[in-house]
């Protein structure tokens, strides 16, 4: 079922979200790299494969004159952060590269004033932590930091360890940043599907059993076991409203057999994985729950199903579940959200407002309609003390909670729900090609 297609157009990546799983050399830290398209035009796939990313890498050019133009108003590189931030990635590393296009070449003061700039964009206007914010200086051309800093390197007199810099490499970055702290619900296991990685084995007989349906997830919180009843829910793919029931029939951990990023791998059986990892599942579907607010029961039968499962199997981002909180995870269309507008929504947001809408996993073109303006958020303050009733509208840089109708059902966790999962619940507005606004699901209105 899986074929991991990844595109080149002028050195673009196209593909949805294209997987490679490589051990870093010093540490033996094993990473899996996901090479999601930047490109303006397909920011929506970028989306789709955000919510599995615990970390990201912010490449950007310290060349006079580049830097400036991609931190212009409409740059990309202010639109990348602001998702970055909207997806709730936890470490962002800022790959500071070109240093050997600089003047003089590996000039410390341009790598310094870069830091102050786009730090304080992050910090103060995106709102990450110090701590979250790892910044590194390479030269991707001449080879140097990325792995090791050669000692005739100009850059190696200040990028030393004892400086005010780490000194580290951005391989050394990347093996010393701190995993996620997962919270234990093991009542209640949410999973992501993601594409395999192209370097490692995921074809050939599952042992499984036959209508079993391959899919390769990332759990993000709990742990899924052989024998556990989940469901399966997609904005991606039509699933009646309803939630795809399946019981797990086999769980496979892929392991990297070659530090050299080789196409050897192996596959190892397990019953039982957890937070943070991932593996491919076999998955038999056995119905289907309803759609939140119909009938009770499902007319379709096991084989319909299971067709079902197919489709939303093969979507990145696809939502799987179990324990308490599945109702929030059925696609709905009405939603109170809080949003919060950016610098580049050009016209206030007004009831009957029109933008497209981008959450994980879908990479269709949806669109949502304002339904209504219900308050002005003031930061810190309490609910009370906000504005209330009679808004007009909601210009660029507020925090606001607004309904929202979508065009087709999306999986949107709410916020307020049972031990929900926090990459379920965010979602991007945008506009003429620009993200215009940021926000989280707060509950269902249907």
Request: proline share 5%; glycine share 12%; hydrophobic share 40%.
């Amino acid at each position: 079922m899986h074929h991991v297609s990844i595109f080149y157009c002028g050195y673009v990546t196209i593909s949805s979200v294209f997987c490679r799983l490589v051990v870093t050399p010093g540490t033996g830290r094993e990473l899996r790299l996901l090479d999601a398209p930047g490109h303006r035009d397909y920011v929506p796939r970028l989306l789709a494969g955000l919510p599995l990313a615990d970390a990201a890498l912010l490449v950007i050019p310290a060349s006079v004159g580049e830097y400036e133009a991609s931190m212009g108003p409409n740059a990309q590189t202010r639109e990348h952060a602001t998702l970055l931030k909207a997806s709730g990635v936890g470490h962002v590393v800022i790959v500071v590269n070109k240093m050997d296009s600089t003047a003089p070449a590996f000039s410390s003061e341009r790598f310094a004033t870069i830091v102050a700039d786009l730090g304080r964009y992050l910090l103060e206007e995106l709102h990450f932590t110090h701590d979250q914010l790892h910044f590194v200086p390479v030269s991707a051309f001449a080879g140097e930091n990325l792995c090791a800093l050669s000692q005739n390197c100009p850059m190696a007199s200040w990028w030393k360890p004892g400086s005010n810099y780490s000194g580290l490499t951005l391989v050394q970055t990347l093996e010393g940043l701190v995993a996620p702290h997962f919270a234990g619900y093991y009542e209640s296991m949410r999973a992501l599907v993601a594409s395999p990685p192209a370097n490692l084995p995921t074809h050939g007989s599952s042992g499984a059993g036959s209508g079993s349906v391959e899919v390769y997830l990332r759990i993000c919180r709990g742990r899924l076991r052989v024998g556990s009843s989940v469901g399966i829910a997609s904005s991606a793919r039509a699933v009646n409203g309803g939630v795809v029931r399946c019981v797990v029939k086999k769980i496979v951990c892929l392991k990297q057999d070659s530090g050299r990023g080789g196409g050897g791998g192996s596959k190892i059986d397990c019953n039982i994985v957890y937070a943070g990892q991932f593996a491919l599942a076999y998955l038999q579907a056995t119905g289907l729950s309803a759609a939140a607010g119909s009938d009770s029961g499902s007319s379709l039968s096991k084989g319909a199903a299971q067709d079902l499962l197919v489709q939303a199997g093969g979507a990145v981002g696809t939502v799987i579940m179990k324990g308490p909180g599945l109702e929030g995870c059925r696609p709905h269309m009405h939603f109170r959200c809080m949003v919060r507008t950016l610098p580049q929504l050009a016209s206030p947001i007004i009831p009957g407002s029109s933008f497209a809408f981008h959450t994980h996993g879908c990479t269709r073109d949806i669109s949502c309609v304002v339904r209504r303006l219900c308050a002005i958020v003031t930061p810190g303050a309490a609910t009370s003390d906000s504005q209330q009733g009679g808004i007009k509208c909601v210009p660029a840089g507020q925090l606001a909670v607004v309904e929202l109708v979508t065009s087709d059902p999306m999986v949107l966790e709410p916020i307020s729900g049972p031990q929900y999962y926090h990459g379920n619940s965010r979602f991007v507005l945008r506009h003429k090609g620009q993200t215009v606004a940021t926000g989280v699901c707060e509950r269902h209105l249907e």
